[in-house]
């Protein structure tokens, strides 16, 4: 069974609720949507009014919401504005953002009535994702959020590559908790032994600066931190050819069999999955924000219906 599959059918055996915020107003949320309850995959909550959607979504595992005659609304409000008022948040403008479909959805998840949201397919990630950090946070032992893309391909090993879509420019204690979550995922949801490479343009030292040192303490940090295989710094053909590695004198086991790439920023990650998935025939999932409290994640613009759907299902495999 492909990956996709079994993400699918792993899916639709764990019970939750995910909200997704678009589908009155995104007719790829609202048909992705209506697969799901006619699939069985996972319950849902929309939001609008009951005439803007057809019978499928007439179904005890939909919840329609209106937030405009939302009852709790002002709890919501009030709850928004404990939450941020040490950051300058006023009542008042706590009222008007919880009227918003990105921070009414957070909410809906802190007061417990939802496990996860999907969103992002008519807003920016940074619009998508600024609202869940500041609500939702992240959980207690895990300082830091990260979003990573799941690469697979029929005929090659599942790759994991982080951060390739929320922190622009990490820290070398940053890269290590990256690297951490990263291995967790490929260990807990892949189900794959993670072998983590932190890429670089050096390997062992070849090269010399602030940009390298950055990764070789971000790689001694994991390495204190967890029990995970993670070496480098490492050039990313060092990472995945064995003859290379040893040129290079990577002797660990992570050399040329890596299956988690953690990249130095995010300029690195984003165009490093990009050109994967043109070049290199793989699909992309994702991204998958790990770390939250419960699990948001966020959709490109440019998704099709599949992949909000599949985005769905990881989101459950989060709960
Ligand atoms: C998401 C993003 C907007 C957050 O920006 P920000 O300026 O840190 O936002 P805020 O300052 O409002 O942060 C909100 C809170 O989240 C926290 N936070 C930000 N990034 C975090 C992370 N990766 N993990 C945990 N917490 C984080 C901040 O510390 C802040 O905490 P607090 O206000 O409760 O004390 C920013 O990281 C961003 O634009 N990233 C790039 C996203 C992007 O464009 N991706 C495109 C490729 S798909």
Known sequence: MSLIKEIRTKAKKIKGKI???????????????????????SDI??????????????NPH?????????PKIDEFADRLYELRKHKGMTLESARD??????????????AGQADGVVAGSTWSTADTLRPALQVIKTKKDKPIVT????MTRDDARPLVFGDVSLVENPTAENLSDIAIS?????????????????????TKGSAKSEMVDKVRIATELANEKSH??????????????IATAKKKGV?????????????????????????????????????????????????????????????????????
């Open 228 to 241: 995970y295989a993670i070496d480098g710094e490492m050039q990313v053909d060092s990472a995945l050819d």
């Open 182 to 202: 990263s291995a967790e995922f490929m260990e807990r949801v892949v189900g794959v032994e993670p072998k983590v490479a932190m890429l670089s343009y050096s």
């Open 147 to 150: 979003g990573i893309m799941l």
């Open 62 to 70: 939909c919840e329609i919401i209106d937030i405009n005659s939302y």
């Open 251 to 319: 002797t660990s086991s992570v050399g040329g069999n890596a299956n988690v790439l953690i990249f130095p920023d995010l300029n690195a990650g984003n165009i490093g999955y990009k050109l994967v998935a043109r070049l290199g025939g793989y699909k992309a999932i994702g991204p998958i924000m790990l770390n939250f409290n419960k699990p948001v994640n966020d959709l490109s613009r440019g998704c099709t219906v599949d992949e909000i759907v599949d985005t769905v299902c990881m989101t459950k495999l989060l709960i």
């Open 19 to 41: 909200v997704l915020p678009e589908a009155n107003i995104d007719s790829r949320v609202y048909n992705a949507c209506k697969y799901i309850l006619e699939n069985g995959l």
């Open 97 to 110: 953002l919880v009227r918003q479909a990105d921070y009414f959805s957070m909410l809906l998840v802190v």
């Open 45 to 58: 909550i929309v939001f609008g009014q009951e005439k803007d959607y057809d019978r499928a979504f007439k």
